[in-house]
Every structure is written in C-alpha cells, then in structure tokens.
C-alpha cells in the first residue's frame, strides 16, 4: 500500500507604478499647462493545491486512486490621479499635490475565484488493460447566481494489443489503442459581467446641469458554464527498437452554451449582451512521429514531426425560424455550418474603369477609380445581400517540425512551424491605407485615369478612408516560420567539477529568425 499527500502553493505578486509629465512645451501641451498623472497597480493571485493519492494491488491489477482540492484567487487593485497646471517642471510627477486643477480621480478593483475537487480512479491489468475514470467539480464566482457550478465526468481506456495479437513479431516495439470521452468547462468572462454594470452619465435638472448612473451592461442571471464533450481514439506506436515512434488521433468535440458577446441593435440602448449562445462541432486529427535518422559514435539526427488540422462548424444559434430550425445571425457574423470567427464582407472584383461610368454609378452609385465589388446574388444592384462569407481563421493544416543534431559535445536544433489554409484580416492595411493626402500610405499601384489598374482605388482628398476599403484587407495568412534555432556545447565533466557543477552548458538560441508567406507586408501572425 502508498499513501502519498502532496500540497503546493504558487503566489503570482506584480506591482506597477506609472508616472507621467508632459511640460507645457512639449508637442501635446503645445504652451498649454503642463500636466501630469500617476497610476499605481496591484496584483496578487495564488493557486493552492492539495493532493491525495493511494495506490494498491487489488485483483489481478494495480489501483491507483487520487483526489484533489484546488483554489485560484485573483486580485488586481488601480488607483490614478491626473492634475493640470503645475508651478515648477523640476517635480515632474513625484508632488501632484501642488497643481492648481485637481483633475480625474479613478480606482478599481477586480477579484475572481475558482473553486474545484477531483477524484480520479486508475486501474492497469497485466501492464495491458488500462482504465481510468474521473469526476471533476468546479465552482467559478464570475458566473452567476445558481450557474456557478459545474460538473465534468471523463473515462478512458487502453490496450496494449501486442501480446495478443501478435505476440512474436519483430517490427513493433509498442502498440496501444486508446479510446476516451471527457468534458471541460470554459468560463472565459470578465469578473461583474453577469451582474450588469452602471457607467456616469450627465443629466440636467432644471437646467442644472448633474451627474447620474445608468446601466451599462445588460445583467445576465442565467449566464453559465460553456461545456465541450470530446470523444477522442487513438493510436500509439513504437517500431524498429523504439527508433520510430509517434502517436495518430481521431477526435469530435460538441460545444454547448457557447459563451459570446452577442451584438444587439442600438434602438436597445445598449451594444451587446454576454450569453450562452448556440452549439459547435469541431472534427480533428492529430499525428505525430519522432525518429532516429541516423546515429553513430560521435554523430546522430533525430527528426520530431506533428501535424493537426480540425474543422469547425455551428450547429446551434439562438434565431429560429417558424420551425423551430436555427438561422443564421448575420448581425454578428455567426452562420450554421460555418467556424465562429469568419470574415463576411463584400467581394472586391476590381477597380471601376473609366469607360465604365454608367454601369458604376447604375449598379453601385460609385464613379471610376473606386473598388468595384462583385454582384453575388446576381440582381444587377450591389446590396447588403451580396455580402458572404470570404474565408475564416481555422487552417486546413498546422504543425511542427524539429531537427536536432549532435556532433560530439556539439548540439544543434532547429524547430519550424507552418499552418496553412487560412485567411487573416490585416489593420496594419486598414490603418495605413487610407489613400488621403493627410496620412502617409502604403507604397500601392493606385488607379489614376492614366494608371487604370485594378489593384487600389484612386486616391481623395474628401474622404478618410476609400469607399469599401475593407474589402483591401483579407489576405492568405499561410506562413512557414524558423521559430526557434538553438546551438549548444556541453562542457566536459572534469571542467563542471572544477566549478563545483555538475554539469555545464553554453548555448546561443535564436527565435522567429525567418518567415516565408503570400502577405505581403511582414509576419502574418502578428
């Protein structure tokens, strides 16, 4: 019999002062009063663990049974003064006190908690028939009232089927089916934001002019645990004396109460809602394989190679039709069938050319030099309708692959990442081409009457931005990265002792030094 207890404490203390003075002939005062402001913040969080396991031959197996108790608390306290008019520029920000405005005054305080228990049962027969089965609890105080807790069953199990399927083989070293079901919580809110805040407003009374509260958040008291039920089988093998060895898996994971911010219309008075919205499906495999290429005295290369890819869809929303069927909800880009994030806009088709005036301003009621956007629905006018779903930010593939080689005491490895498949929308172009002599601009090929291409619109001095100018934005965010390099020596043993060490390491290490992708600016995952 073992019976072990393990308790572990792990604090997280953060402290932050900011201070801040701009003298009255800096660029934002312009002559104007010299300000300043101070903002001192405190965080202070801990997770507290307690863990009980006991172990036992019972049968013809090993049991093996844990329980834990967990706590996660988190604080984070502000307080910041800003002032206007101070005497003398020497004091900067360190005596507030004598300004002559005293001006904005805020503090804050923000507090959450997790509170969860454990009990997990593991039995192995033989080293070949594994099971386990667990049941986890846990209590989030951001959530609300009654939906505070949750509970998420999981069990699995294993057979190691060489020895009875093929007991004499020469190639297999290692060969396990695994098949398993689970289900997690997700409480990915804010603190408060079940409870609905309030927001200072200005009224006026009698022409008296007042500060009041309204609501600004719409509580929400059935706010609950999103919940993922995952089946997941699997495969692990070891082949040709554990030079090969990897690791294939199948899974399908059904998301309910999907926790979202849910746009509403302004006529509400308020912007959006926190709910449990909706259902998604997401289908994916996983493969991985680790191998010794090649190995002598003094040289060997191992290559480590894994590569996922999933789809996602919703299946659930809370718009109905007539029949009870889920719809659509375009007001917040959510669609049946499609990923959760996608990117729903119009289609760029061209640049509306010069002998092209009629049928711009007929269709689109545009002018040369603008983007022409694609007719979808096929009606002869660009409408809402011809809006559609452009692509999204799940790949179609992603992964990884690791070469590491040693020469004697010499190690070196490289990691590269790659995920292909997939559309990002870039800010950097919404913000920086606006194409308006004000701002300085991306260097584009831009229409001009004697430059008629079909690439950017033709720059205006009337406006800020060029009409459907999102349409510039969507780009291929497929990328293959060098995201890690690493050059190692180990030192001899005899010279680590002569330090008192045992052991001694240099090595010179590099992140993200190269990148290959279609976007045309800088890194795409940025």
Known sequence: DELFFTSTFGPDIRFRRR??????????????PADAEVENKREFGFTLENLLTYSNEVGPGNLKVTLLQSVQEYTTEFAKAEVLNLPYSSQLFFNIGTAEVKGNLSSGISEWQLQSYLGRLNYEIANKYLFQASLRADGSSRLAEGNKWAYFPGVSVGWRILEDIAPANNLFEELKLRASYGEVGNTAIEPYQTAGALARTVYAWDEVPAFGYRLNEIPNSNLGWEISKTIDIGLDYSILEGRISGAFDFYVTNTTDLLLERNLPYTSGYTSIFQNVGATKTNGVEFSVNAGVFETNNFSWDVNLNISGYTEEIVELALKDASGNPIDDAGNNWFIGQPIRVFFDYTKAGIWQTNEAAQASSVQGTSPGN???ADIDGDGQITPSDRSVLGYD?????????????????????????????????????????????YNNLDVDYWTPTNPTNAYPRPQLNQERPENGSTLTYFDGSYLKLRNVTLGYNFESSIASKLGLKNLRAYLQGQNLWFSSKYDSFDPEI
């Open 394 to 438: 799940v790949p179609d593939y992603f992964g990884g692959i690791t070469n590491t080689f040693t020469f004697g005491n010499i190690d070196l490895s490289a990691f590269f990442y790659f995920r292909q498949g997939h559309m990002i929308r870039s800010n950097f172009h919404l913000g920086n081409n606006t194409l308006q002599s004000r």
């Open 19 to 32: 201070g801040e003075f701009r003298d009255k002939f800096t660029n934002d005062n312009r002559g104007g």
């Open 371 to 373: 983007i022409k956007l």
